[in-house]
């Protein structure tokens, strides 16, 4: 079947077969989608033909925003949702607290009408780059999980995690995903410069195959994250890219929570279960406000996103949300 007019990037079939693996809200479902004989199975090759058809998907429109990119510098790529009237912009970050991502974030923000615009950041990310902009509000997301982790009757490995004001927050969480992988893709990543090095590639296929987990596969933890992160950091020109490798490597919402709570739940309320409460937390607090930034981990995009449409629709309540005290 030929590629539509309106949509080179995918043909009918395959728009119709994306369309059903982002309705399915269960890994039971998902086995016979992908006809799997176990949902671990279903998983896992769900994973690999997403990937390949969201890419297809979003090669059309990143083509088109890399055109209308500023030429200065000082706007951030992101995804938008409109609830009630108000643009809810998502920002996926690398939060790697460098000078140059600290100057772009404070370059964009500069350039917002504070009588009409109000920046969230994720716990941890204001203190890092806003600490001396009062109008600069953090969220309760990171504060809000470790209360929940408390509430499971589980073996705890989050209780040498510091208290949530801690400046370097970010890298904490980090080190629970696990630093000697990281060790290994920094020195492929040396080894395989420059950055387009297939050398590098291929190294850091195998070595992403052979340490990542169950836990990894839902939080994308793997080598080609680590590297679009730290060029990123450096250079945010580089942050759509990181963005649309997280927009094609996480399945819908409910599927990835699903898989790390088996495997993991702790870590399922620090990841996937934080992008609920941030895009319910900044809608709630929004009243006046035309538009709304929210700087987050673009790890996090994808699902705050998710979350915001199913505001939006109507399909996701906020009737048990409650502010921290």
Known sequence: MGRSGDDPGLTRAERERLAALKATTSLADLVALVDAETEHAAYVAAKAEWSQLRAAELAATERVARRTADADGSQLPGTTVTVDGHDFVVHGITHADTDAER???????????????????????????????????????????????????????????????????????????????????????????????????????????????????????????????????????????????????????????????????????MTHARNERMAEYAVAHNDTSSTVHLLVGAAHQPGIAYYLRRIRDGTHSMADFEPMG
């Not at 716990?123 to 982790?149: H, K, L, N, S, T």
């Open 103 to 269: 100057s772009r974030l404070r370059r964009f923000e500069a350039t917002l009408d504070p009588d009409r615009t109000t920046v969230y950041c994720e716990q941890g990310i204001r203190p890092m780059y806003f600490a001396d902009r009062p109008d600069v509000c953090e969220m309760d997301d990171y504060r809000w999980a470790m209360a929940a982790c408390r509430e499971l009757d589980v073996d705890s490995h989050l209780d040498d995690v510091p208290d949530p004001s801690f400046a370097g927050l970010s890298e904490e969480v980090g080190r629970i995903a696990g630093r000697f992988r990281e060790a290994v893709f920094a020195a492929i990543d040396q080894y395989g410069r420059p950055v387009d090095s297939p050398v590098a590639a291929t190294l850091g296929e195998v070595a992403s195959a052979f340490f990542t987990s169950h836990e990894d596969l839902a939080t994308g933890e793997d080598f080609e994250a680590f590297r679009k992160t730290r060029e990123a950091a450096t250079d945010p020109s580089r942050l759509r890219a990181l963005q649309e490798y997280y927009r094609r490597t996480f399945l819908p919402q409910p599927l990835e929570r699903e898989w790390l709570c088996r495997h993991d739940p702790e870590l399922e309320i």
